[in-house]
């Protein structure tokens, strides 16, 4: 089983819905993040988090550590929100990132 | 701007051949890290840097190695390129992760014929 997994693995939209993508992981954890992946390869940083709730511009991100869960909400969805969006949690115990396997997002005018 | 840079964008090279992958960035970060991305498996963590001339190994090593000869530069080395090596291989670094974000070069999409 994955340290950390996500779901759903592929989400299809159409334009202006509200997306929702969620996070489980199961070790302990100093921070939570949110990542960006366009077709191309280069992955942005979206969110940091350790506790509670980020917003910016149509993106909320939330956790809640004691259910070890994490959401990333999109709001009024466009086109060019279509990527992969990817978990990952950096663990109390060491000094590197645990991915999860991503989301393929398509959102579609 | 912050900027983790990937020396190419894709690659095509030949079974055998030794394979060099350069990132470099300009943020005085300590830590440096080397990862390559597969589908259904995600990112994992070949080596990483967490000062000049140190490495540690990460989950996925053989078949590499790493070299960080300055503060800057991060370098990975497919000692004798295979097939089974063709992936997308992603740069980061950071002060350090345990409480600020990474930054990631753009990837590069290497395949070994």
């Known amino acids: 089983k994955n340290e950390v997994e996500q779901s759903p693995q592929n989400l299809t939209a159409q334009e202006g819905e509200f997306i929702t993508i969620n996070c489980s992981y199961s070790?302990?954890?100093?921070?939570l993040h949110w990542l960006q992946q366009h077709p191309g390869g280069g992955i942005v940083s979206l969110f940091m988090?350790?506790?509670g709730k980020k917003k910016h511009g149509r993106l909320i991100a939330t956790i809640n550590i004691q259910e070890k869960h994490s959401s990333l909400h999109i709001t009024a969805s466009h086109p060019r929100d279509s990527a992969v969006y990817i978990c990952?949690?950096?663990?109390?115990?060491?000094?590197?990132?645990?991915f999860g396997e991503g989301t393929q997002l398509t959102v579609n005018p | 701007d912050v900027k983790v840079t990937q020396s190419s964008r894709y690659l095509v090279k030949r079974t055998g051949e030794k394979v060099f992958l350069e990132c470099v960035q300009d943020?005085?970060?300590?830590?440096m890290f080397w990862y390559r991305q597969d589908p259904g498996l995600g990112l994992r963590l070949i080596y990483f840097?967490?000062?000049?001339?140190?490495?540690e190994k990460g989950d996925i090593p053989e078949g590499y190695s790493v070299s960080r000869e300055k503060k800057e530069r991060f370098s990975l080395i497919l000692e004798s390129a295979s097939t089974n090596q063709t992936s997308m291989y992603l740069c980061?670094?950071?002060?350090?992760?345990?409480?600020?974000?990474?930054?990631f070069g753009q990837g590069t999409r290497l395949t070994v014929v």
């Open positions: 070790v302990g954890i100093s921070a």
């Open positions: 840097s967490y000062d000049v001339k140190m490495k």
């Open positions: 988090l350790s506790s």
């Open positions: 990952a949690v950096g663990e109390t115990s060491g000094s590197r990132l645990t």
């Open positions: 943020m005085d970060h300590e830590n």
């Open positions: 980061a670094s950071s002060l350090t992760l345990r409480s600020t974000e990474a930054f």
